[in-house]
Structure formats: structure tokens, C-alpha cells
């Protein structure tokens, strides 16, 4: 099974559509982050956080929310999606004693029309 | 600001070996990381470096020269199935990993 998981794989929504993004692991892994991959750019972190407690915007947070609702589970949100949120997006994880390798889920294609 | 520049774009032969640069300016510095991504998939580790030098991991090496703000990703005996993409990331001084945008390596029979 997979370490690092993330549902749905595919999504094809329409602009206003609120979203949500899972993550989950079993890595046992304090540290988890959402980011967003577009073509031509590198990868861009949303949210992340540290503990179920802590929650830290990334460089682009505006217009996306998050839920840590476990040290298993991470969740992004979408209020109202719009068109330039299409993008490629990435859960991953880390344990700060191994000098904080992330390790990824297999990503969310989200398609915003 | 922090910037990460690399490639976008290498062609090599199979093989044959690549090297692929990653020069960094960033607020700080906690390591440096090569990623491999074949399209659509995740980012999986490749290396780390921390100190100056080169680490050798069977047909890959990474370099580092922190007071240059430069590293390479050597690759040798190039097989079709390294055709990906290579990110380069810096950890800053606040323990964030700060991306380049990827080189996509073709490889050519």
C-alpha cells in the first residue's frame, strides 16, 4: 500500500464549485504540506504543517483553505474554484529527524472550468 | 527574493552521461535536494547535500558548492527509463523548500 495517499486522482469542477482535496499517510509523519505544480513552473507550496496544531500558509494561500484533522490526514479546500487554480496538486510528508525528505502522494489533477 | 535556476530542457544519449546545473539564491541554506519526476507522476529523492563535495549513489552523483550557490546532478551509462524531469530544491533558513522548475531530460536511443 501506498504511503502517502490523496483523493480523488482526477476531478473536473466548475468555476464557483467548492473543493476538497485528502491527503492521508502512514508514515507516521508530523509534517505535511500541499503544494501546486503548473507547467514551466516549480513546485509551489499552498499550506503546510507541522503538527495537528499548527497550521502555516505557503507562498500562495489565497483562495484555498486547510484542515489537519488527524497526524494522518490533510485536507485542502477550495472555496470557490476559478480557472487558473487547474493545476497539478502534490501532498507530501516529512519527519524532521531525516533532515526533512518529503516524500509525496501520487497527486490530484484538478481540472477548473 | 529566493531563486533556484536550471535547465529547462537536455537531450542526451543513451549511454552516454548528463550533467544537469542547478545554481540557488536563497534566504539561508539547510541543504540541497534532487528530485526525479516522470510526467504525471510525484517527485521521488534522489540526493542531499549539505557540505561541499560530491555524494555518489550508483549512477547518480550530486555536487555541491555552497559558496558558489551551485550544484550538478551528474548521471552516467544513461538508460531510457531516466527520461524525466530533475527538480532541484534548496532548504531556506526557515526549513522550506524552495523549487526549481525542473529540467526535463530526453534521452535518445
Known amino acids: 500500500d501506498a504511503d502517502v495517499t490523496q483523493t480523488p486522482r482526477n476531478r473536473i469542477t466548475k468555476t464557483g464549485k467548492r473543493i476538497m482535496l485528502e491527503c492521508s499517510q502512514t508514515?507516521?509523519?508530523?509534517?505535511m504540506y500541499w503544494y501546486r505544480q503548473d507547467p514551466g513552473l516549480g513546485l509551489r507550496l499552498i499550506y503546510y504543517s507541522f503538527d495537528v496544531k499548527d497550521i502555516n500558509k505557503g507562498e500562495i494561500s489565497d483562495g484555498y483553505s486547510v484542515s489537519r484533522q488527524a497526524q494522518a490526514k490533510f485536507s485542502l479546500s477550495l472555496e470557490s474554484a476559478i480557472p487558473n487554480q487547474t493545476a497539478l496538486y502534490f501532498c507530501?510528508?516529512?519527519?524532521?529527524?531525516?533532515?526533512?525528505?518529503?516524500?509525496f502522494g501520487p497527486g490530484t489533477r484538478l481540472t477548473v472550468l | 527574493g529566493q531563486n533556484i535556476d536550471q535547465p529547462t530542457e537536455m537531450t542526451a544519449t543513451e549511454g552516454a552521461i548528463v550533467q544537469i546545473n542547478c545554481t540557488y539564491q536563497?534566504?539561508?541554506?539547510?541543504?540541497l535536494f534532487w528530485y526525479q519526476q516522470h510526467a504525471g507522476e510525484a517527485p521521488t529523492f534522489l540526493s542531499y547535500n549539505v557540505l561541499d563535495g560530491l555524494e555518489e549513489k550508483g549512477r547518480f552523483s550530486s555536487f555541491l558548492s555552497r559558496s558558489k550557490g551551485y550544484s550538478y546532478l551528474l548521471l552516467k551509462e544513461l538508460q531510457m527509463k531516466d527520461s524525466a524531469s530533475y527538480l532541484c530544491?534548496?532548504?531556506?533558513?526557515?526549513?522550506?523548500?524552495?523549487w526549481g522548475a525542473g529540467t526535463k531530460l530526453i534521452i535518445k536511443p
Open positions: 536563497t534566504s539561508g541554506f539547510n541543504g
Open positions: 530544491a534548496v532548504m531556506d533558513s526557515n526549513y522550506q523548500l524552495i
Open positions: 508514515k507516521g509523519h508530523d509534517r
Open positions: 507530501a510528508t516529512s519527519d524532521w529527524g531525516h533532515y526533512n525528505e518529503q516524500f
